[in-house]
Protein backbone atom coordinates (compact mmCIF):
# COMPACT_ATOMS: atom_id res chain seq x y z
CA UNK A 1 0.00 0.00 0.00
CA UNK A 2 3.22 2.33 0.44
CA UNK A 3 3.70 4.56 -2.59
CA UNK A 4 7.66 4.83 -3.81
CA UNK A 5 9.32 8.08 -3.51
CA UNK A 6 12.08 9.35 -5.65
CA UNK A 7 14.52 10.16 -5.38
CA UNK A 8 15.44 9.78 -1.85
CA UNK A 9 17.49 13.19 -0.98
CA UNK A 10 18.60 16.46 -3.43
CA UNK A 11 20.50 19.25 -2.26
CA UNK A 12 19.97 22.22 -3.87
CA UNK A 13 21.48 25.78 -3.82
CA UNK A 14 19.03 28.11 -3.70
CA UNK A 15 16.85 29.07 -6.58
CA UNK A 16 17.61 25.97 -7.62
CA UNK A 17 14.50 23.82 -8.76
CA UNK A 18 13.48 20.29 -7.56
CA UNK A 19 10.87 17.12 -8.80
CA UNK A 20 9.94 14.85 -6.47
CA UNK A 21 8.19 11.85 -7.51
CA UNK A 22 5.43 9.44 -6.46
CA UNK A 23 4.14 6.23 -7.82
CA UNK A 24 1.64 3.62 -6.62
CA UNK A 25 0.84 0.26 -7.68
CA UNK A 26 -2.71 0.40 -6.88
CA UNK A 27 -5.25 2.90 -8.17
CA UNK A 28 -5.87 5.91 -6.61
CA UNK A 29 -8.40 8.44 -5.50
CA UNK A 30 -6.53 11.37 -3.82
CA UNK A 31 -2.54 12.12 -3.24
CA UNK A 32 -1.71 14.73 -0.95
CA UNK A 33 1.80 16.34 -0.13
CA UNK A 34 3.13 16.96 3.33
CA UNK A 35 6.97 18.78 4.21
CA UNK A 36 8.48 17.66 7.78
CA UNK A 37 11.16 19.72 9.65
CA UNK A 38 13.61 17.67 11.53
CA UNK A 39 12.01 16.88 14.98
CA UNK A 40 8.82 18.33 13.88
CA UNK A 41 5.08 16.94 12.95
CA UNK A 42 4.42 16.95 8.76
CA UNK A 43 2.40 20.05 7.92
CA UNK A 44 -0.21 19.95 4.75
CA UNK A 45 0.79 21.64 1.72
CA UNK A 46 -1.65 20.37 -1.07
CA UNK A 47 -4.53 17.59 -2.06
CA UNK A 48 -4.81 16.79 -5.37
CA UNK A 49 -7.68 14.74 -6.33
CA UNK A 50 -8.90 12.03 -8.94
CA UNK A 51 -9.32 13.84 -12.50
CA UNK A 52 -5.86 14.50 -13.28
CA UNK A 53 -5.11 18.01 -11.71
CA UNK A 54 -2.95 20.26 -11.03
CA UNK A 55 -2.41 22.40 -7.87
CA UNK A 56 0.29 25.25 -6.82
CA UNK A 57 1.36 26.51 -3.47
CA UNK A 58 3.38 29.66 -3.53
CA UNK A 59 6.44 28.29 -5.71
CA UNK A 60 5.21 24.62 -4.89
CA UNK A 61 2.73 22.85 -7.10
CA UNK A 62 2.48 19.57 -8.16
CA UNK A 63 0.25 16.94 -10.57
CA UNK A 64 -1.37 14.20 -10.48
CA UNK A 65 -2.32 11.56 -13.51
CA UNK A 66 -4.47 8.88 -12.40
CA UNK A 67 -4.34 6.92 -14.88
CA UNK A 68 -0.41 6.67 -14.17
CA UNK A 69 -0.70 6.28 -10.74
CA UNK A 70 1.60 8.83 -10.41
CA UNK A 71 1.97 12.96 -8.74
CA UNK A 72 5.07 15.02 -9.13
CA UNK A 73 5.68 18.19 -6.80
CA UNK A 74 7.50 20.86 -8.39
CA UNK A 75 9.68 23.09 -6.31
CA UNK A 76 10.48 26.28 -8.50
CA UNK A 77 13.52 28.97 -7.61
CA UNK A 78 13.91 27.12 -3.74
CA UNK A 79 14.47 29.07 -0.58
CA UNK A 80 16.36 28.06 2.35
CA UNK A 81 12.84 27.61 4.00
CA UNK A 82 12.23 24.92 2.04
CA UNK A 83 14.74 22.37 3.71
CA UNK A 84 12.95 19.37 5.17
CA UNK A 85 11.48 16.13 4.22
CA UNK A 86 8.70 16.01 1.71
CA UNK A 87 6.22 13.04 2.26
CA UNK A 88 3.28 11.79 -0.71
CA UNK A 89 0.07 10.35 1.32
CA UNK A 90 -1.91 8.02 -1.15
CA UNK A 91 -5.39 7.67 -0.62
CA UNK A 92 -7.01 3.80 -2.45
CA UNK A 93 -10.24 2.96 -3.14
CA UNK A 94 -10.96 2.55 1.02
CA UNK A 95 -11.30 6.47 1.37
CA UNK A 96 -9.87 8.01 4.72
CA UNK A 97 -6.69 5.44 4.77
CA UNK A 98 -4.05 7.72 3.58
CA UNK A 99 -0.06 5.67 3.04
CA UNK A 100 2.68 7.43 2.81
CA UNK A 101 6.05 6.97 1.13
CA UNK A 102 9.53 7.04 2.78
CA UNK A 103 10.11 10.90 2.36
CA UNK A 104 12.54 12.84 0.11
CA UNK A 105 14.75 14.73 2.23
CA UNK A 106 15.72 18.41 0.70
CA UNK A 107 18.91 20.78 1.43
CA UNK A 108 18.59 23.55 0.41
CA UNK A 109 21.81 25.71 0.50
CA UNK A 110 22.73 28.88 0.35
CA UNK B 1 -10.01 26.56 16.28
CA UNK B 2 -9.37 22.75 16.14
CA UNK B 3 -6.08 21.46 18.03
CA UNK B 4 -4.73 18.50 18.83
CA UNK B 5 -2.97 17.18 22.18
CA UNK B 6 -0.58 14.07 21.81
CA UNK B 7 1.44 13.08 25.30
CA UNK B 8 3.68 12.22 26.75
CA UNK B 9 6.33 14.08 24.24
CA UNK B 10 9.15 11.86 25.01
CA UNK B 11 9.38 8.71 27.00
CA UNK B 12 12.13 5.69 28.03
CA UNK B 13 10.56 2.52 28.26
CA UNK B 14 12.61 -0.74 29.27
CA UNK B 15 11.61 -4.13 27.04
CA UNK B 16 8.72 -5.64 27.57
CA UNK B 17 7.27 -2.47 29.87
CA UNK B 18 3.75 -1.40 28.85
CA UNK B 19 2.61 1.29 27.04
CA UNK B 20 0.09 3.90 26.47
CA UNK B 21 0.19 7.45 24.22
CA UNK B 22 -2.43 9.53 24.41
CA UNK B 23 -4.38 11.73 21.50
CA UNK B 24 -7.11 14.77 22.14
CA UNK B 25 -9.40 16.36 19.41
CA UNK B 26 -10.61 19.91 20.60
CA UNK B 27 -12.59 21.95 18.34
CA UNK B 28 -14.22 19.13 16.09
CA UNK B 29 -16.66 16.50 16.28
CA UNK B 30 -16.37 12.80 14.56
CA UNK B 31 -13.23 13.71 13.35
CA UNK B 32 -11.43 10.05 11.59
CA UNK B 33 -8.16 9.59 13.41
CA UNK B 34 -4.69 8.17 12.90
CA UNK B 35 -2.01 6.85 14.38
CA UNK B 36 1.25 6.80 12.61
CA UNK B 37 4.44 5.66 13.38
CA UNK B 38 7.81 7.16 12.06
CA UNK B 39 10.76 5.14 12.23
CA UNK B 40 14.45 5.25 10.79
CA UNK B 41 14.19 4.96 6.72
CA UNK B 42 10.66 3.58 6.73
CA UNK B 43 8.64 7.16 6.71
CA UNK B 44 5.55 7.17 8.19
CA UNK B 45 3.81 3.79 8.93
CA UNK B 46 -0.19 3.86 9.28
CA UNK B 47 -0.67 1.30 12.21
CA UNK B 48 -4.29 2.44 13.12
CA UNK B 49 -7.43 3.88 11.30
CA UNK B 50 -10.42 5.16 13.41
CA UNK B 51 -13.85 6.42 12.40
CA UNK B 52 -15.67 6.49 15.76
CA UNK B 53 -16.34 5.49 19.24
CA UNK B 54 -15.09 1.69 19.00
CA UNK B 55 -14.25 1.33 15.46
CA UNK B 56 -10.53 0.64 15.11
CA UNK B 57 -8.99 -0.71 11.65
CA UNK B 58 -4.97 -2.08 12.14
CA UNK B 59 -2.84 -2.19 9.42
CA UNK B 60 -0.34 -3.44 11.03
CA UNK B 61 -0.19 -6.53 12.87
CA UNK B 62 2.07 -6.37 15.76
CA UNK B 63 2.02 -5.79 19.80
CA UNK B 64 0.30 -2.77 19.45
CA UNK B 65 -3.52 -1.90 20.06
CA UNK B 66 -5.42 1.08 19.69
CA UNK B 67 -8.51 2.70 21.54
CA UNK B 68 -10.88 5.35 21.17
CA UNK B 69 -13.00 5.28 24.42
CA UNK B 70 -14.69 8.95 23.10
CA UNK B 71 -14.83 10.70 20.22
CA UNK B 72 -11.98 12.59 20.15
CA UNK B 73 -10.19 10.25 22.21
CA UNK B 74 -7.42 7.87 20.89
CA UNK B 75 -5.17 5.76 23.11
CA UNK B 76 -2.21 3.40 21.77
CA UNK B 77 -1.22 0.83 23.70
CA UNK B 78 1.07 -2.09 24.27
CA UNK B 79 1.26 -4.53 26.93
CA UNK B 80 5.14 -5.41 26.52
CA UNK B 81 7.31 -2.69 24.45
CA UNK B 82 9.99 -4.64 21.99
CA UNK B 83 13.12 -3.12 20.88
CA UNK B 84 11.51 -2.78 17.39
CA UNK B 85 8.49 -0.42 18.69
CA UNK B 86 11.38 2.60 19.34
CA UNK B 87 10.68 5.24 17.34
CA UNK B 88 7.97 8.96 16.94
CA UNK B 89 4.55 8.03 17.52
CA UNK B 90 2.43 10.56 15.44
CA UNK B 91 -1.08 10.76 15.85
CA UNK B 92 -3.52 12.44 13.46
CA UNK B 93 -6.83 13.60 12.62
CA UNK B 94 -9.05 15.26 9.39
CA UNK B 95 -12.28 15.63 9.04
CA UNK B 96 -14.93 13.06 8.00
CA UNK B 97 -16.79 13.19 4.93
CA UNK B 98 -18.43 10.42 3.24
CA UNK B 99 -17.98 8.96 0.00
CA UNK B 100 -15.17 12.05 -0.47
CA UNK B 101 -11.87 11.57 -0.32
CA UNK B 102 -9.99 12.52 3.05
CA UNK B 103 -9.20 15.88 3.58
CA UNK B 104 -6.15 17.28 5.11
CA UNK B 105 -4.26 15.83 7.80
CA UNK B 106 -3.52 17.52 11.36
CA UNK B 107 -1.12 15.96 12.84
CA UNK B 108 0.07 16.17 16.60
CA UNK B 109 3.54 17.04 18.19
CA UNK B 110 4.79 13.50 18.46
CA UNK B 111 6.02 10.99 21.31
CA UNK B 112 9.18 9.85 20.76
CA UNK B 113 9.59 6.36 21.92
CA UNK B 114 12.89 5.12 22.78
CA UNK B 115 13.08 1.23 24.14
CA UNK B 116 16.04 0.11 25.98
Known amino acids: QQPVQSPQAVILREGEDAVINCSSS?????VHWYRQKHGEAPVFLMILLKGGEQKGHEKISASFNEKKQQSSLYLTASQLSYSGTYFC???????????FGRGTQLTVWP | SQTIHQWPATLVQPVGSPLSLECTVEGTSNPNLYWYRQAAGRGLQLLFYSVGIGQISSEVPQNLSASRPQDRQFILSSKKLLLSDSGFYLC???????????????FGEGSRLTVL
Open chain 2, 92 to 106: AWSVRTAGTSTGELF
Open chain 1, 26 to 30: KALYS
Open chain 1, 89 to 99: GTEGSTLGRLY
